[in-house]
C-alpha cells in the first residue's frame, strides 16, 4: 500500500512541476489573445459643447452631444495572430437630434500588444492610412511605461505617457494621457462673412484640431475603463482662428464605464489564476508530492526488508 501510495505521490509531484510552466506560459498565452469575433458599442458624453452647425450655417453653445462608437471584428480577415476591426462613430447633438459629424476606420492590430499592423486595407474614412502604435486598445500586461498611439483625426502615431494608477470602481487602472498639437487635418470652405472677414463668396479655412485624450486602461488585458477628450476644433484663415468648429470635454458615460468593467472581468478571474496562483500552488506542491512520494517509497522498502 505504502508503495502504491509513493508513485502515485511521485507522478503528481512530476505532474505538477509540469503543468505549472505549462499553464504560465502556454496556456495563459493562449487566453491572453484579443477575441476574434468582437462586437462592442462605447457612449461618450458632454456638455456645454460649442460646435459649428452646417445645417443651421450657424455655431452653437451650450449644446449636449454624445459620441456613438460601434467596433466591430472582421473575422474572415483575421487570423491567428492578428484580428481586424472596423470602426464608426457619429458625433449627434441631443436637443437638435441631427450628426454632426462621423468617422469610419480600419485597422488590423496585433492579439496581444494591441500594436497596429500594416495590413487588411487599414484606413480612415474610407482612405488608406498606413496605421502603427497602439491601436484600439494597450497590450495585454500593460506596464508602467509611455507608449505610442495612433490618433485618428490627425493620421499620427503619437506618445501617450504614463501618468499614475487610479481605481475606478475597484478595477485598478493605469492612467495614460496623450496631447495632440494644433494640426492642420483638412479644409473647409466657408462664407466670408460667417468668417468675420470682408468681401463676398467664400473663403478657403485650415480645419486645425487639437485634444487632450486620457486613458484609463486595465493593465491585465490592457482594456480601456474610462475615456476623456478634451478636443478643440477651428477654422483658421491666415493662422487666424476665425471660427470654433468644435470645442468641448468628452466622457465615457457611466452605463459605458460598467459594461467596459463587466467586460474585464473574466480575463481579471482566468489570466491570475494560470500565470501566478495555480502555477505557485503546483510548484510548491509538486517538490512536497516528490519528497512525501520518496519518504514513503523509502519506508515501504525498509518493511519489505524487516520482513525478510
Not at 454632426?100 to 496581444?112: E, N, P
Not at 486595407?121 to 507608449?147: C, H, I, M, W
Not at 480645419?207 to 475615456?227: K, M, N, Q, S
Amino acid at each position: 500500500m505504502r508503495r502504491t501510495v509513493a508513485v502515485v505521490c511521485i507522478a503528481l509531484g512530476v505532474f505538477s512541476l509540469v503543468l505549472a510552466p505549462l499553464l504560465r506560459f502556454w496556456m495563459a498565452g493562449a487566453v491572453m489573445k484579443t477575441p476574434m469575433d468582437q462586437y462592442n458599442e462605447t457612449t461618450n458624453r458632454g456638455e456645454d459643447v460649442s460646435y459649428f452647425s452646417a445645417e443651421e450655417v450657424e455655431q452653437v453653445d451650450g449644446a449636449t452631444v454624445e459620441a456613438y462608437t460601434t467596433v466591430r471584428a472582421d473575422v474572415a480577415a483575421s487570423d491567428e495572430d492578428i484580428v481586424v476591426w472596423d470602426q464608426f462613430t457619429w458625433v449627434k447633438d441631443i436637443d437638435r437630434d441631427f450628426a454632426i459629424l462621423s468617422t469610419t476606420r480600419r485597422a488590423g492590430h496585433d492579439r496581444v500588444s494591441g500594436e497596429a499592423v500594416d495590413c487588411c486595407d487599414a484606413s480612415v474614412n474610407d482612405e488608406a492610412v498606413q496605421q502603427s502604435g497602439q491601436a484600439f486598445k494597450f497590450p495585454f500586461l500593460t506596464e508602467q511605461r509611455d507608449y505610442e498611439m495612433f490618433d485618428v483625426p490627425t493620421r499620427q502615431t503619437l506618445p501617450i505617457t504614463f501618468e499614475g494608477v487610479e481605481t475606478i470602481q475597484g478595477v485598478e487602472t493605469y492612467r495614460f494621457e496623450q496631447v495632440v498639437e494644433p494640426t492642420k487635418i483638412n479644409e473647409r470652405t466657408l462664407p466670408r462673412s460667417l468668417l468675420g472677414l470682408e468681401g463676398d463668396g467664400d473663403v478657403t479655412a485650415d480645419e486645425v484640431f487639437t485634444v487632450t485624450r486620457t486613458y484609463w486602461i486595465e493593465p491585465t488585458t490592457g482594456a480601456p475603463i474610462d475615456l476623456i477628450e478634451d478636443q478643440h476644433r477651428g477654422a483658421v484663415v491666415d493662422g487666424e482662428e476665425r471660427l470654433v468648429l468644435f470645442d468641448g470635454e468628452m466622457r465615457f458615460t457611466d452605463a459605458t464605464i460598467e459594461q467596459n468593467i463587466e467586460g474585464v472581468q473574466q480575463g481579471l478571474t482566468m489570466l491570475p489564476l494560470l500565470r501566478t496562483t495555480i502555477p505557485l500552488v503546483l510548484v510548491v506542491a509538486g517538490p512536497a508530492l516528490l519528497a512525501i512520494g520518496a519518504l514513503l517509497l523509502v519506508a515501504a522498502r525498509s518493511a519489505a526488508a524487516r520482513r525478510h
